[in-house]
């Protein structure tokens, strides 16, 4: 080694630097070819491990689900409510866990699939921690507890006429919580509204609404005295239009607002009346209901009294109106009466009872605030794109209420109807009750 030094030391510069270069890439090609040959030899394979909770494994996979059971209504909604009892079980040790087994539960036709979840979960808990015998307890409890069918507790909602409606505001869900977010109001309260509304027009003409909701599953579009979905008055819907521009108005929302509803004609009556009256597009109709909302909240709050956890509060003075919109203590439901079935129900318990019933929950949510005011004022891009909604639809003449002449009653004959679902508006009797 020491003469090989030698030699190198005595070498020219040039072949030095040859000599090393040789020797790397020598080095480099021994070290790939050894890792390769330890790769073919299989030294660096992971063989893996049996896992010490390999039985827990296999017995949840094990346990039995009722895909192919042949079970009655009654007997899965038993087997539902002991999964229920035991996620309750779990829930006083890992409520988390027990949080969500119950969302992916819901999701689920089959209950048993709880009983997986839960296994799993007791993988990793202590031997003290006696979930099953809490859950035992409260199974217990349940079987002594017949099952019983009685359907929705909500009398109204148990009607060939809710699932109809629901479909109907399903197809509409999108353009609901688009103007929820343009409003800052929960899109929840605004469906409310709009439940109160159909089901009062429903009930009011029954048999020519029954004809058209049923099969096609629409929304009814008022075109006379009130307009739209949600049955806003002309006066309504001008005084939505003042209190964005008005600083000093009690219902001003705040400067993010203010161009929300602008018009893009000078004609502000007959625009505002083809903004409503749109058969096709009811997004403008659920701006001004959530304005609506937005606006009698802060008009009870700047007096003192905060509304905006009580949603039947709001949908009575949805349904009353800013003139009898009084700030006080204490403020009672009510509004117009509507008989569904055999019993009287007011607007303001209807929405009410939708808001808290948990339908289509999914598609409109619970905010953990109900008002979210935005501090981002619209740009004239946001304006146009909320204008560009506004349909092309044939609509009535506007005003054609309000004429005697056979003329106008020849127009507004059923076979030269508007409406592309059938439903002649201009014949239907002006409602009573209505938003104001």
């Keep these: 080694m020491k003469q090989l030094w030698l030699e190198f030391k005595q070498r020219p510069l040039w072949r030095k630097t040859v000599d090393i270069i040789v020797v790397f890439f020598a080095a480099a090609g021994a070290a790939i070819i050894g890792a390769w040959g330890l790769y073919q030899l299989g030294v660096t394979n992971n063989h893996g491990a049996v896992d010490k909770n390999y039985r827990s494994l296999m017995s949840v996979s094990e ?3 009722l895909q192919h059971a042949k079970l009655t209504q009654e007997q899965i909604d038993a087997e539902w409510a002991l999964r229920y009892a035991r996620l309750a079980a779990l829930a006083r040790h890992y409520p988390v866990n027990a949080r969500l087994i119950l969302n992916a539960a819901q999701h689920s036709n089959d209950p048993l699939v709880v009983d997986r979840m839960i296994a799993a979960a007791k993988i990793y808990m202590d031997e003290d921690e006696n979930v099953d015998a809490l859950a035992d307890k409260l199974c217990g409890i349940l079987k002594g507890v017949k099952q019983k069918q009685n359907g929705n507790v909500i009398p109204w909602m148990g009607g060939v006429e809710w699932p109809a409606l629901k479909q109907a505001i399903l197809r509409d869900s999108a353009l609901i919580n688009e103007a929820g977010r343009l409003t800052g109001v929960e899109p929840r309260l605004i469906v409310g509204c709009l439940v109160g509304e159909q089901i009062r027009l429903f009930n009011s003409k029954r048999e020519m609404f029954k004809k058209y909701l049923g099969p096609v599953k629409v929304l009814s579009v008022q075109s ?3 307009y739209g979905v949600n049955g806003i008055k002309d006066f309504t819907a001008k005084a939505v239009e003042e209190h964005l521009k008005d600083p000093t108005s009690e219902f001003y929302m705040g400067k993010a607002y203010e161009h929300l509803l602008d018009f893009e004609t000078d004609d502000h009556t007959n625009e505002r009346y083809k903004r409503l ?3 096709r ?3 403008y109709s659920y701006i001004y209901t959530g304005c609506i909302l937005h606006q009698t909240m802060l008009q009870w709050r700047r007096a003192g009294y905060d509304i905006s956890d009580r949603p039947d509060v709001l949908f009575t003075l949805f349904n009353v109106g800013f003139s009898q919109s009084v700030p ?11 008989t569904v079935g055999d019993r009287v129900y007011t607007f303001g318990a209807l929405g009410f009872d939708f808001y808290y019933s948990g339908e289509m929950a999914e598609a409109f949510p619970f905010w953990r605030k109900r008002f979210n005011p935005s501090q981002k004022a619209l740009t004239s891009e946001d304006v146009a794109r909320i204008q560009d909604n506004m349909s092309d639809c044939r609509r009535p003449e506007r005003g054609l209420e309000y004429k005697k002449d056979s003329t106008a009653q020849q127009s507004s004959a059923p076979s030269e109807t508007p409406d592309p679902y059938g439903i002649n ?12």
């Design 328 to 338: 006080k203590p204490n403020p009672v439901p009510g509004g117009s009466h509507v």
């Design 425 to 436: 508006h201009e014949t239907t009797r002006p409602m009573e009750h209505t938003a104001q």
């Design 224 to 226: 006379q005295f009130s």
């Design 281 to 283: 597009n009811h997004l």
């Design 63 to 65: 346990i039995e689900d």
């Design 277 to 279: 009256v749109d058969y």
